[in-house]
Antibody, heavy 120, light 106 residues
Framework: QVQLQESGPGLVKPSETLSLTCAVS?????????WAWVRQPPGKRLEWIGS???????YYNPSLKSRVTMSVDTSKNQFSLRLTSVTAADTALYFC?????????????WGQGTLVTVSS | DIQMTQSPYTLSASVGDRVTITCRAS??????LAWYQQKPGKAPKLLIY???NLESGVPSRFSGSGSGTEFTLTISSLQPDDFATYYC????????FGQGTKVEIK
């Protein structure tokens, strides 16, 4: 069974960089799927942040592209998110997920989510 | 950007009711649409992909239909575990989600 687990600081100061890692178990990250980050501000809709392939190919949400970097560590079977210059608007529950089939597709397995608060 | 709009925002229903949620796209997305169920503080659960395909393990009371710009999610007989918020997602161009429809107990 595919399992994903997010980890990282729960509190980030404004203007600093948010860094999260998603550890994948029960499935090899190199087995042909894209992997994604999705976030959900409190009480709001889900927002796709970006997707990446184990080769390093990435697709980012145009509204976040200038601040987002996603990377993969195949030796640890995990992938990561960096979001720079954060503000209070970046406060959200951050999920990592597996993309079902193609580069753009539904998300079939999700982590439990990690809450990141941006505050001084 | 493709905008996704769901209706209604909130739906009050009873166990056993047939429930329909609508999702409209701001431009044609063919059949590149998914539906999710989310409970408070939890990750979304994939129900339907490519507009009408039932994800493995999802009860058959859930069904999806539509193409182009208008889509529906139907729950044929609402069960106690189905009270939750439902989201549509388009993946024709990048990926965007609807604002959600909360199904609550009447």
């Amino acid at each position: 069974q595919v399992q994903l687990q997010e980890s990282g600081p729960g509190l980030v100061k404004p203007s600093e960089t948010l860094s999260l890692t998603c550890a994948v178990s029960g499935y090899s990250i190199t087995s042909g799927h894209y992997w994604a980050w999705v976030r959900q501000p409190p009480g709001k809709r889900l927002e796709w942040i970006g997707s990446l392939f184990h080769s390093g190919s990435t697709y980012y949400n145009p509204s976040l592209k200038s601040r987002v970097t996603m990377s993969v560590d195949t030796s640890k079977n995990q992938f990561s998110l960096r979001l720079t210059s954060v503000t209070a608007a970046d406060t959200a529950l951050y999920f990592c997920a597996r993309v079902r089939s193609a580069s753009y597709d539904a998300f079939d397995f999700w982590g439990q989510g990690t809450l990141v608060t941006v505050s001084s | 950007d493709i905008q996704m709009t769901q209706s209604p925002y909130t739906l009050s229903a009873s166990v056993g009711d047939r429930v329909t949620i609508t999702c409209r796209a701001s431009q044609s997305i063919s059949s590149w649409l998914a539906w999710y169920q989310q409970k408070p503080g939890k990750a979304p659960k994939l129900l339907i992909y490519k507009a009408s395909n039932l994800e493995s393990g999802v009860p058959s009371r859930f069904s999806g239909s539509g193409s182009g710009t208008e889509f529906t999610l139907t729950i044929s007989s609402l069960q106690p575990d189905d009270f939750a918020t439902y989201y549509c997602q388009q993946y024709n161009s990048y990926s965007t989600f609807g604002q959600g429809t909360k199904v609550e107990i009447k």
